[in-house]
Nanobody
Framework: QVQLVESGGGLVQAGGSLRLSCAAS????????MGWFRQAPGKEREFVAA????????FYATSVKGRFTISRDNTKNTVYLQMNNLNPGDAAVYYC???????????????WGQGTQVTVAS
């Protein structure tokens, strides 16, 4: 069982930055690929970014490529999402997830956090 707790969300002006963190409870954290997803009101949950267990491979949604960076620190059982040049379209609840493979499909992830709200003011 893996428990995930996101933090770092909040209100930011358009063009600003936020860094989300996701802390995992499991000592086996380093075995899991990690993903970030987001869900805006009235919309389906969508893939944002993913990282392999080693951190050697990363994947991004087209809409965030070049603006967001996913990284992980296996010594701290934590995955990060650095978000730059935010726009109102990025506003959503952001979730981190753990699974066996770093993929874009949310059904490939077994464990989910409770989410953290990101609001972007125009």
């Amino acid at each position: 069982q893996v428990q995930l707790v996101e933090s770092g969300g909040g209100l930011v002006q358009a063009g600003g930055s936020l860094r989300l963190s996701c802390a995992a409870s499991a000592r086996t954290f380093r075995r899991y690929a990690m993903g970030w997803f987001r869900q805006a009101p009235g919309k389906e949950r969508e893939f944002v970014a993913a990282i392999s267990w080693s951190g050697g491979s990363t994947f991004y949604a087209t809409s965030v490529k070049g603006r967001f960076t996913i990284s992980r620190d296996n010594t701290k059982n934590t995955v990060y999402l650095q978000m730059n040049n935010l726009n109102p379209g990025d506003a959503a609840v952001y979730y981190c997830a753990a699974g066996d493979l770093a993929t874009t499909g949310d059904n490939n992830y077994d464990y989910w956090g409770q989410g953290t709200q990101v609001t972007v003011a125009s």
